[in-house]
C-alpha cells in the first residue's frame, strides 16, 4: 500500500493566515492526489483534486501544489470556517490510501 | 444534484455481519465510468477506504479486508449494498458511501452524510 503522511498533524492560526500543509507518498503518485475538508458530524468535501484543480464551489483561498510524491495544500487567507480536519488521498494505486489528517484550528 | 444516503444498523453485535444500504440520487450507475465507494473512519482516526463498484461491476476491494467485504449494486433501485462478515470491536466507525469515477484522480467527489455502526456486545 501507498503510505501518505501528512505534516503536521495540527496547526493554530489566526484569521487571515496563510496556512501550508505538506503531504508525502511513499512512492511516487503522479498527478492523483486530492484534498478533502473534514467537519465534525459532516461529509468529507473535496477541495482540490488532481494536485491542483478546484472543486466546483471552493473559495479560491484553496489552492494546491507538487508533484511525484511530495505536495502542499495552501489556504492564502484563513478564515474562521476553514476550522476543521484536511486530509490528503492517492488514487493512483489500490487501496487508495489517505494521509493522517491535520486538524486546523 | 447528486446526493448519497447510507441507511443499515447502528449496533451489530461482535461476529455478526454488517450489510449497509448506500441509495443516492442525481446519477446512474449505468453510466460508462461511474462507480460508488465505501470509506469508513473509526472515532479518532483517519479514513479507510473499503470497496468500490463500477458501472460495469468491476469491484475493488481492500486487500487488508477482502476476505470479509462484499459489494454489490441494484441499478434499479439506485443503490449499493456493501457487507462484512464477522464484525469486531475495532470496526466500529462512521461508515460513508461516496461517489466517485473510472477515470480521472480517483477521487470522491460527492459523500453521503456517514452512518455510525457501534459494534459491542
Known amino acids: 500500500d501507498i503510505q501518505m503522511t501528512q505534516s503536521p498533524s495540527s496547526l493554530s492560526a489566526s484569521v487571515g493566515d496563510r496556512v501550508t500543509i505538506t503531504c508525502r507518498a511513499s512512492?511516487?503518485?503522479?498527478?492523483?492526489l486530492n484534498w478533502y475538508q473534514h467537519k465534525p458530524g459532516k461529509a468529507p468535501n473535496l477541495l482540490i483534486y488532481a494536485v491542483s484543480n478546484l472543486q466546483s464551489g471552493v473559495p479560491s483561498r484553496f489552492s494546491g501544489s507538487g508533484s511525484g510524491a511530495h505536495f502542499t495544500l495552501t489556504i492564502s487567507s484563513l478564515q474562521p470556517e476553514d476550522s476543521a480536519t484536511y486530509y490528503c488521498?492517492?488514487?493512483?494505486?489500490?487501496?487508495?490510501?489517505f494521509g493522517q489528517g491535520t486538524k486546523v484550528e | 444534484q447528486i446526493t448519497l444516503r447510507e441507511s443499515g444498523p447502528t449496533l451489530v453485535k461482535p461476529t455478526q455481519t454488517l450489510t449497509l444500504t448506500c441509495t443516492f440520487s442525481?446519477?446512474?450507475?449505468?453510466?460508462?465510468?461511474?462507480?460508488v465507494g465505501w470509506i469508513r473512519q473509526p472515532p479518532g482516526k483517519t479514513l479507510e477506504w473499503l470497496a468500490l463498484?463500477?458501472?460495469?461491476?468491476?469491484?475493488r476491494y481492500n486487500p487488508s479486508l477482502r476476505s470479509r467485504l462484499n459489494i454489490a449494486k441494484d441499478t434499479s433501485k439506485n443503490q449499493v449494498v456493501l457487507t462484512m462478515t464477522n464484525l469486531d470491536p475495532v470496526d466500529t466507525a462512521t461508515y460513508y458511501c461516496a461517489h466517485s469515477f473510472y477515470y480521472g484522480s480517483g477521487n470522491f467527489d460527492y459523500w453521503g452524510q456517514g452512518t455510525l455502526v457501534t459494534v459491542s456486545s
Open positions: 512512492e511516487t503518485i503522479s498527478t492523483y
Open positions: 488521498q492517492q488514487g493512483y494505486s489500490s487501496p487508495r490510501t
Open positions: 463498484i463500477y458501472w460495469d461491476d468491476d469491484k
Open positions: 442525481g446519477f446512474s450507475l449505468t453510466t460508462s465510468g461511474v462507480g
